[in-house]
């Protein structure tokens, strides 16, 4: 059974503390590895997605990395406004048409001043 | 900016009426559209796949006869939740995937709030 993992479940930074957010994944035929950003009674906003090992996308204090079973959400220097919950999603690979995400249930990211 | 869109983005209703949702992909066709559940603090829950032109898949343990999905166009997906209790209370999201020349992305709508009273 396809399962999304994520670590830690809440998160608490200072203002410039670095960190990184885990998630690790059970999947028979990865399709994609989905990043998002989700505020409070918003919808999920997209940040990255990765298909294969190796592969790194950056997006302003955001670096997303992929492994054969595992994902991390680099965070460098955060500001308050990074505060949001990081939800990680997977898709399979299966034959033809759009294929369902599996989410993870995300991790709470707080920064402090 | 928003490329899917829902409306309404709140409603409250007394229980044992109906609620229909919207969810629209702005700019782009999606002939699947996916719905999800999201009760709070938890992660979301797919509830169903819309499909333009054919029946909706739902997942396992949604009843497809409370939740109706009708996907009436390329842009176009609605949710009818029926008979609605309290318990149906939620925040309900809609999803559209959009495939480029690299790399297909999936984009949420911003989300509708339930309150059944």
Known sequence: ?113 | GAVVSQHPSRVICKSGTSVKIECRSLDFQATTMFWYRQFPKQSLMLMATSNEGSKATYEQGVEKDKFLINHASLTLSTLTVTSAHPEDSSFYICSAPMSGRLQETQYFGPGTRLLVL
């Open chain 1, 1 to 113: 059974e396809d399962q999304v993992t994520q670590s830690p479940e809440a998160l608490r930074l200072q203002e410039g503390e670095s960190s990184s957010l885990n998630c690790s994944y059970t999947v028979s035929g990865l399709r994609g590895l989905f990043w998002y950003r989700q505020d409070p009674g918003k919808g999920p906003e997209f940040l990255f997605t990765l298909y294969s090992a190796g592969e790194e996308k950056e997006k302003e204090r955001l670096k997303a990395t992929l492994t054969k079973k595992e994902s991390f959400l680099h965070i460098t220097a955060p500001k308050p406004e990074d505060s949001a919950t990081y939800l990680c999603a997977v898709q399979e690979r299966i034959s033809g048409g759009y294929n369902k995400l599996i989410f993870g249930a995300g991790t709470r990211l707080a920064v402090h001043p």
